[in-house]
C-alpha cells in the first residue's frame, strides 16, 4: 500500500510539473486603424503619454513658381488613445500654421516646423499646448530643421545652418524651451537623432560617407562618445530609451546596391550604463525600420523574403512576438510609448495609421506624472471601442486551475481503490 500511495505521489507531482511551467503574460490586441489621409496626403506621426499627433501633408515638389495655394497643404490632428478621439488641431492664425516635417510631442505639447516657402531655409518652430490651449512661436536659429525631438523643456535640432554655412547639419540644442540654441559643431554629417533624458543619439559620417558610427551626446556635459567600429561595418537609425540604444548593423558595406532579399542585417542593443551589447534579431533579412520605449522594442523586417511584418521584443522575457503584416512596401517607422504601438500603412491606394495595444501583466508603468494624454476637450463622451482580442486568464492562472483538478482526481482515484 504504502509503495502504491509514494508511486501516486510522483505521478500527480509530474503532472504539476508540466502544467506549471511559466506562460507568458503578453498578449498583442488586433490591429486598428486610427486615421486615414486624403488620397493626395501622406500622414506622419510621433506619439508620446497618451497621444498621437498626426500630420496630413500635401507638397508638390514639382510645382512651379506660380504655384497655388492648393499645392501645398497640411493639416495637424491629435488622436487620444485612451478615448480613441481624433481631432483636429485649428488656431486663430490658421493661415501661419501650415506644417511640415518634423514634428514632435512631449507629453501634452505638440511641435511642428513651418515654412511657408519651402525653397527657402528660414523655417521656424511653433508649438501647441492641447492642455492649455497655448500657441506658441520658438525662435530657432536661421537654418534648414531636418530632425527634431523634445521632452519637457529641453528641444533638440538636426538642422543645416543656411545661408551662412552649407557643410552640413549641426545639432542644435535648447534646454529653456526654444528661447535659446546653442549650435554644438562636429565633422561630418549628422542625421538619424534621437533623445533620451540628457542623452542625444545619431548617426554620424565623419569617418567617410560610406561608413557610418553611431555617437551620444551627453547634454550636460557636451562630451560625446561612440559606438561601434566604423571598419566592421555599417552603423544606422539609432533610437534610445533610458540608458539602452538600439541600432542596426550591417556587415556588408555594399549592401545598398543588393536587392531588397538579399541583405542579412542585425539589430542590436547596447546598454550605456554597462557598456553592455546585446543582439535582438537576426532575421538573415533587411530591417527597414525600429523604435524601443522602456522593455519594448519594435521593428519590421522581410524575413519570409515578401512583405515585410512587425515584431515586438519583451526584454523582460528576452523573448519575440510577432506583431502585424505590412501592406506597404517597406513599411513605415513604427513607434512605441508606454503599451501602444504605432505606425503607417496603406490601404486601398490611402495612407492610413494604425495601432496595437500591448497586453503586459508584468509592465510597470513608472510614469510619476501619470499623464494618459489629453484631447485638448471638455468632452466626456464615452471612449470608442477598442479592437481587441477576447482577454484570457493568465498562464499561471491556468496551471494552478490544472494542477488542483488534477490533484483532486488523483485523490479521488486513490480513495477508490482503498
Same mark, same amino acid.
Given at each position: 500500500m504504502e509503495e502504491k500511495i509514494t508511486e501516486l505521489i510522483l505521478i500527480i507531482l509530474s503532472l504539476i510539473s508540466l502544467c506549471v511551467i511559466p506562460a507568458s503574460a503578453l498578449e498583442l490586441s488586433e490591429e486598428k486603424i486610427i486615421f486615414v489621409a486624403d488620397d493626395t496626403a501622406s500622414p506622419k506621426f510621433v506619439i508620446d503619454s497618451g497621444n498621437i499627433f498626426i500630420l496630413e501633408l500635401y507638397f508638390d515638389k514639382y510645382a512651379n513658381k506660380n504655384r497655388k495655394q492648393d499645392d501645398e497643404w497640411?493639416?495637424?490632428?491629435? !488622436?487620444?488613445? =485612451?478615448?480613441?478621439?481624433?481631432?483636429?488641431?485649428?488656431f486663430d492664425d490658421k493661415a501661419n500654421t501650415k506644417g511640415s516635417n518634423p514634428i514632435a510631442i512631449s507629453g501634452n505639447t505638440v511641435y511642428w516646423t513651418v515654412n511657408r516657402d519651402y525653397r527657402s531655409y528660414d523655417a521656424d518652430i511653433r508649438s501647441y499646448d492641447v492642455a492649455s490651449k497655448s500657441y506658441k512661436k520658438l525662435s530657432v536659429p536661421p537654418s534648414c530643421p531636418n530632425e527634431l525631438e523634445v521632452q519637457d523643456k529641453t528641444i533638440v535640432l538636426v538642422a543645416t545652418n543656411f545661408p551662412d554655412d552649407i557643410d552640413g547639419p549641426d545639432i542644435c540644442i535648447s534646454t529653456d524651451g526654444g528661447e535659446n540654441f546653442k549650435r554644438y559643431r562636429q565633422p561630418g554629417h549628422q542625421e538619424g537623432m534621437k533623445m533620451s533624458g540628457n542623452?542625444?543619439? !545619431?548617426?554620424? =559620417?565623419?569617418?567617410?560617407?560610406?561608413?557610418n558610427a553611431l555617437n551620444y551626446l551627453n547634454i550636460d556635459t557636451l562630451e560625446s562618445y561612440q559606438i561601434g567600429d566604423e571598419t566592421k561595418g555599417v552603423y544606422t537609425s539609432p533610437d534610445i530609451s533610458g540608458s539602452n540604444i538600439i541600432y542596426r548593423f550591417d556587415p556588408d558595406f555594399s549592401s545598398f546596391l543588393k536587392g531588397p532579399y538579399d541583405v542579412n542585417q542585425e539589430l542590436y542593443m547596447t546598454d550605456i550604463s554597462t557598456n553592455k551589447t546585446s543582439l535582438i534579431a537576426s532575421p538573415n533579412a533587411r530591417i527597414c525600420s525600429f523604435a524601443i520605449d522602456k522593455d519594448y522594442i519594435?521593428?519590421?523586417?522581410?524575413?519570409?523574403?515578401?512583405?515585410?511584418?512587425?515584431?515586438?521584443?519583451?526584454?523582460?522575457?528576452?523573448?519575440e512576438y510577432y506583431v502585424a503584416d505590412i501592406n506597404a512596401e517597406y513599411g513605415s517607422a513604427p513607434q512605441i510609448s508606454k503599451n501602444t504601438i504605432v505606425w503607417a500603412d496603406g490601404v486601398d491606394n490611402k495612407g492610413v495609421i494604425k495601432i496595437v495595444t500591448i497586453r503586459d501583466e508584468n509592465y510597470v508603468d513608472d510614469d510619476i506624472s501619470g499623464n494618459s494624454g489629453s484631447d485638448g476637450t471638455d468632452d466626456t463622451e464615452s471612449p470608442q471601442p477598442q479592437q481587441t482580442s477576447p482577454q484570457t486568464a493568465s498562464g499561471e492562472t491556468v496551471c494552478i486551475i490544472a494542477s488542483v483538478g488534477i490533484a483532486l482526481i488523483a485523490w479521488a482515484g486513490y480513495r477508490r481503490i482503498n
Open positions: 497640411s493639416r495637424l490632428y491629435l !488622436y487620444n488613445i =485612451s478615448t480613441g478621439k481624433l481631432t483636429e488641431l485649428t542623452i542625444v543619439v !545619431y548617426k554620424d =559620417s565623419r569617418s567617410s560617407h560610406s561608413s519594435v521593428w519590421g523586417d522581410n524575413r519570409n523574403k515578401s512583405n515585410y511584418k512587425f515584431y515586438l521584443y519583451d526584454l523582460k522575457e528576452n523573448k
